[in-house]
């Protein structure tokens, strides 16, 4: 009787055994299904936050570069010395970038190639082309690519000065205006130069706002206010700003031209058009007296008083 009990013990036990391994596949595939799940999630999470810090590090690119303009520009007018080199610049803004780049993210890695730095077709814009990379510390996860953004150069929190009338003329910079006492005078080379003689005007680059420059000429306070804000405006013949740091009386570029001032008034006197005074190629030449009011005038050829509608 004991034999037959423990034969049925056995197969009892062999039984249940037989029914406990499919559990147990069924819990180690569980497991494993749980685990990848975990690792997908993580991953997935690391992914998003990679995503995240790289459209974050792609403001912080533009933020750099807008403070280094308005850096590199006010130490160009400052000490009269111009960017000799494009790679200058170049180098300016990737140290910025890269100090941005080791305080960001202890858990990611980030790196950003500044791979260079152009004109654009917006002379109020410049093109930035770098390759921004952000990873895991073990790599495994990253987000890379080459870019091309257009980085404004009128942002008011980052204002970009001219560098052109201190670099040609030597004039003096005080408190956002340059001053150029005799230096403008001296530095025109055709009749009636003396009628610039002591100008000053703003040296921040400001982009006109109006769309269409012959509205200029319906008003005496629409003229006025761009006279007196001192506004840029787009221009064929003008230089960019890459090549006003580079002190160049010609560029190849789409750049802009601004109103100099003049402070006496005649019949007529070389044109207060920036890349006209501001010529060392002997391109400078003549306009006539346009007056908006009794002490405001400027003296303009003719192409420009039709660019201008006046």
Known sequence: ???IKDQK????????????IPVLFLLIITMEEY???????????????????????????LRSTKESLHNITYEVITSKRSITRRDDLISYIQNKINKKA??????????????????????????????LTVSTEDNKIKKSKNQQKYVEITDK??????PLPTLKTGAILDGG???????????????????????????????????????????NDTFLSCL???????????????????????????????FILPTEMIDEAPASIDHVLLNDNQNQYPGNLITVENTSF?????GHKAKYGL
């Open 177 to 219: 205006y340059v001053e150029y006492g005799d230096k403008l005078a001296e530095y025109i080379t055709i009749d009636n130069s003396e009628t610039y003689m002591n100008t000053i005007e703003k040296i921040t680059i400001k982009e006109c706002p109006l769309k269409d420059y012959t509205q200029h000429g319906n008003s």
């Open 102 to 131: 080791d305080n960001q993210s202890k858990d990611f890695s980030i790196k950003c190639d500044i791979l260079d730095i152009k004109p654009s077709d917006n002379p109020f814009k410049i093109e930035l082309d770098y390759q």
């Open 9 to 20: 013990a056995y197969t009892t036990s062999i039984l249940v055994l037989i029914l406990l």
């Open 35 to 61: 685990d990848q799940n975990v690792n997908n999630t993580i991953e997935n999470l690391e992914s998003e936050q990679i995503k995240n810090v790289y459209d974050d590090f792609e403001e912080e690119i």
């Open 157 to 162: 929190n980052y204002p970009v000065y001219d």
């Open 228 to 258: 007196n804000n001192h506004y840029y405006h787009n221009s064929h013949d003008g230089m960019c700003l890459l090549c006003r740091l580079e002190n160049k009386t010609y560029c190849n570029h789409y750049g802009f031209e601004t």
């Open 1 to 3: 009787m004991k034999i």
């Open 298 to 302: 400027i003296y303009l050829d003719n």
